[in-house]
């Protein structure tokens, strides 16, 4: 590796370790984009990031679990699906030609972008109310979380999650990303979870999913170790810088960063997948 290959990796990984921590996402929609600059190959890019997801949704992790912003039960539920899934996708992914992975990656960014869009407002709650009638449900569950000051209070049905966990972590093994890029919109959109509990606990789901996945990659040849060690560097530092800011922004930046940041990354993979 030459000077100037590692210095661009780490600057790759630190910022993509940063989104990471800050937004409760992979970072696959961020880092596989930059990759493809450097001049790695759309596979290695898929697998080496997924290497990396794995690493620093570890690191990230640990800022998330002192600020009691992941719930364990939401956690557990989605894990199990989304592992089996990864390693089968991430079979077929090696399949495809690079120009047609470049396009599917830019869709799925898209429609990730779209869903993202129907994200409601997230509110911190003052007093809990009494829930729901649906909560009486056996698979519907009654969840409080309190991050920092601010209370939130939610409903968690299990049936939504495992269908999640098992669609984003078919997704994760094929793009080689982490999975939260489609988990939190999913987890906000869907089972109405706080915007805040997202973010620690997306990184929580995919910790397991995305070793398996790697694993998978690395066995198929699709992983660039030495690329790999780089961007775990300095990306265990940046997942825990963001990790830390996430607490001192408004949930709307929150949104709008994400946003520009998917926007951004379906843009340049279109582009490259039409033009190679």
Known sequence: ???????????????????????????????????????????????????????????????????????????????LPAALMASVAARFSSLLPPQMLHVLFSLLLVGIMVLYCFAPAVRPLKTLPDPPALASRWYVLHRQRIIGDMPYQYD??????????????????????????????????????????????????????????????????????????SLVAAGMVGSQVGARCVVHMPPTMLKRLFLLLVSAGALFMMVKGLTE
């Open 1 to 79: 590796m030459t000077l100037l290959t590692l210095t661009e990796s780490l600057v790759v990984g630190g910022a993509t370790g940063f989104f990471s921590g800050l937004l409760g996402v992979g970072g696959g929609f961020i880092m596989i984009p930059l990759l493809t600059v450097m001049g790695v190959p759309i596979h290695t890019a898929v697998g080496t990031c997924l290497a990396f997801v794995a690493c620093a949704s570890l690191a990230g992790i640990i800022q998330h679990v002192r600020q009691g912003s992941i719930d364990p039960i939401i956690a557990l539920t989605m894990t």
């Open 156 to 229: 968690f049905d299990l049936m939504k999650a495992i269908l999640g966990g098992a669609v984003t972590g078919m997704l994760s093994g094929f793009f080689g990303i982490g999975g939260g890029v489609l988990l939190v919109p999913l987890i906000v959109v869907v089972l109405h979870v706080p915007l805040r509990v997202t973010a620690g606990t997306s990184l929580a789901v995919f910790i397991l999913p995305s070793i398996i996945g790697s694993f998978t990659h690395w066995r198929l040849g699709n992983v660039d170790v030495n690329l790999w060690l």
